[in-house]
């Protein structure tokens, strides 16, 4: 688990409500917003306590920093902390801040790789209305993080500091952008070579060779590169820090130029091979460029920069288009304002009736001017979100969400497989598979997003499923929809030899869906395998007895001899059509089931299905009349007569219902 404070470069920027406002957009995500909770408000609703929380802070009026405290607690990939840990996690670090008694507002996001909690913290105190600011709070976020993890049996993070501020903000830089950043690329290019370098002349040479140069700035050392691009020396590695180097080599020399360079290389190789050898030109330079994968991004890179280095352009024009429309739409209300002016004059008319109808003109055109504005405003939102500048990593996403396989891979290959997989968590529940692709088949999923991993969030009903690549992670809670769609997914990606990982409920939901949908599908895991082979056999079992059953009735030769006069069923009532009838909406509503997982099982009523169920409803299919009844995750389908579907019909769904034979529903004391 990893805290982190995210303060505000400018105060006047700072506003409780926007950062909420932002928190709470499900930014048309169903698996964004996992959940949110208010404390120490008097409402729970997230618009009145904003409210009463920007009511605390204007009351102190005194403080100049921000009011505003806003935390993110991300946690390990794969791993989601049950909702009452949750809870408690968010407690305690908001105690050990010293934030006790605070109003804070936390939502948890689960639309990225890695779970985490924002919490937007009022500094302001509700009673006292004194501001608190954590002295070191990285420090105390470092030591909270260590014992929660203990204690709560998350995984490990380092949380000593071992970077500095400007490493910190490079690697942040290489991780979000996906461009390798001047600290990282210094690093693997000549670090090595600057740490060997014996004298300032060496130094200096190595630099010169990748395009750097070393200059004192302030009370430090800083390299830049040819375009003024600079970083800290001592980032790169302490020893070479000002005062390490003073301590080495001496007084700080700056870089010769042409000539000195010249007699300095005369002197470094003439006791070596006695050639003289002027300043070289670099031999390597640094460039923004993507961080290195196992796979050629050249191509793809090259598109990006050309179509960066095209937006400003595009924005311009679109913007200047923009404008020429809004003040053309002016243009053309102020003239025909002029000419109603003009005609009310010429018309002639009381004073009083002038001024009414100069107010009524007025009033149209202030209307008209308005709605111009407003709609100038949508069109400029509109064009800067379309043609905002994107980094590398984001215009992959864009890309890959539009369907580029290359964006996609490009973005996997981002990580190595350890970072980006799920390692060993058994809070994780993944389908993986292997043994061949099958053939695509409809599935009734949504594409609704690309992390800037690579993984793919597919939303089915409720349920959300990521693909990461090798393995698919079920969410938490996934409805028998969600599992089967997982599955199927698994098996067009992959092959039919499925692996389940995860909690024992999980893997029973998986078999039991398996089974009942009847996948072609086979589990490595040999006792899910076996459990899913008994169930078909149970269900196999069932279905050839409910056929017995069914062959024995139909062997009848008058269809009265299964309704007993004695039992109050007139003879007439069910024909053979009525029996017809039910199979046939029982076989559209199977083949339906193929397509949408979440409806259940149907089959025909038998003599042996007697009991309590609950009703389901009443359908007519060829001209006969039908009651649904459910038993155990199964539909029922029951042929009954008109005044047996009349008195249903005031039934409301999930009623109970008594059946005690084929067409005898018993509802409320009183039989049919």
């Known amino acids: 688990m990893i805290a982190k404070h995210v303060p505000m470069k400018s105060v006047k920027k700072s506003d409780f409500a926007s950062l909420v406002n932002y928190l709470a957009d499900d930014q048309a995500k169903q698996s964004r917003v996992a959940t ?30 921000d009011k505003t405290y806003h935390l993110i607690l991300s946690f390990r990939a794969g791993e989601r902390p049950e909702d009452d840990v949750l809870t ?79 490493e910190n903000h490079a690697l942040d830089m290489e991780h979000h952008a996906g461009v390798e950043s001047l600290l990282g690329w210094i690093k693997r290019e000549c670090l090595e070579q600057l740490l060997a370098a014996t004298s300032w002349s060496e130094l200096h040479r190595v630099l010169q060779e990748h395009g750097l140069a070393l200059k004192e700035q302030g009370n430090g050392l ?25 301590e080495r080599f001496g007084p700080f020399k700056s870089q010769p130029d042409a000539d000195s360079q010249y007699h300095q290389n005369h002197i470094d190789n003439h006791n070596k091979n006695h050639k003289h050898l002027k300043a070289q030109a670099p031999v390597k330079h640094y460039a923004a460029t993507p961080v290195r994968t196992g796979i050629d991004t050249t191509l793809l890179f090259s598109r990006y920069k050309n179509e960066q280095q095209g937006i400003a352009g595009y924005r311009a024009k679109a913007g200047q288009a923009a404008r020429a429309k809004k003040a ?68 992959l996403r864009r890309e890959a969400t539009s369907g580029n396989p290359e964006a996609l891979a490009a973005l996997r290959a981002r990580f190595s497989r350890e970072a980006f997989g799920i390692k060993g968590n058994s809070n994780s529940n ?37 693909d990461e690549g090798d393995k698919l992670k079920v969410s938490r809670g996934a409805t028998r929809e969600g599992l089967a769609a997982a599955l199927c997914l698994a098996m067009q990606r992959y092959g039919s030899h499925i692996t389940v990982t995860g909690s024992t409920e999980f893997k029973a939901q998986i078999v039991e869906v398996a089974a009942n949908a009847k996948l072609p599908l086979m589990f490595t895991d040999e006792k899910l395998e076996e459990q899913r082979l008994a169930l078909i056999k149970q269900a196999s079992t069932r279905q050839q007895m409910s056929t017995n059953i069914v ?99 005031r039934l409301a769904i999930g009623d109970p219902v008594t059946c005690k034979g084929m067409g005898i529903v018993k509802t409320r004391g009183k039989s049919r």
């Not at 949110?36 to 008097?42: M, R």
């Not at 024909?575 to 099982?601: G, V």
């Not at 409803?617 to 029922?636: P, Y």
């Open 36 to 65: 949110t909770s208010v404390t120490q408000c008097e409402s729970n609703d997230l618009h009145a306590a904003v409210m009463e929380v920007m009511a605390i802070q204007a009351m102190n009026t005194r403080a100049e920093s």
């Open 88 to 166: 408690a996690i968010e407690r305690e670090v908001c105690v050990g801040l010293g934030y006790d008694g605070h109003q804070r507002i936390s939502v948890a996001h689960d639309d990225t790789d890695n779970f985490h909690l924002h919490i937007a913290i009022n500094k302001i105190h509700p009673s006292r209305l004194t501001i608190h600011n954590p002295f070191n709070d990285h420090k105390t976020l470092g030591r909270l993080c260590t014992a929660l993890e203990l204690h709560y049996g998350l995984e490990r993070d380092n949380h000593s500091a071992v970077r500095v501020g400007s």
């Open 222 to 246: 800083v390299i830049c590169d040819q375009t003024g691009l600079m970083v800290k020396a001592s980032s790169v590695a302490r020893t070479l820090s000002k005062t390490k180097l003073l």
């Open 328 to 395: 053309r739409l002016i243009a053309d209300v102020k003239s025909k304002a002029t000419l109603k002016r003009a005609t009310i004059k010429l018309a002639g008319g009381s004073r009083a009736e002038k001024k009414c109808l100069y107010a009524l003109i007025s009033h149209s055109v202030k209307s008209e001017l308005k709605t111009i504005n407003e709609h100038y405003k949508q069109d400029r939102e509109r064009l800067l979100k379309q043609y905002q500048p994107l980094q590398w990593a984001d215009w």
């Open 430 to 466: 993944t389908v993986s598979a292997s043994g061949g692709v099958l053939q695509k088949t409809e599935l009734n999923v949504v594409q609704e997003s690309i992390t800037k991993k690579g993984t793919i969030i597919y939303r089915v009903g409720s349920s959300a499923v990521r």
């Open 551 to 649: 062959k024995d009735t139909s062997s009848e030769t008058e269809v009265n001899k299964l309704m007993p006069v004695r039992q109050g069923i007139a003879a007439s009532a069910l024909t053979p059509l009525s029996f017809a009838a039910a199979d046939q909406y029982i076989q559209e509503r199977e083949q339906k089931r193929l397509k949408i997982l979440d409806i259940l099982k149907h089959r025909r009523y038998t003599n042996a299905d007697v009991g309590v169920m609950a009703f389901m409803g009443v359908r007519h299919s060829a001209g006969e009349s039908l009651a649904l009844l459910k038993r155990d995750e199964v539909i029922l389908v029951m042929p009954i007569d008109e005044k047996t579907a009349q008195r249903l019909s």
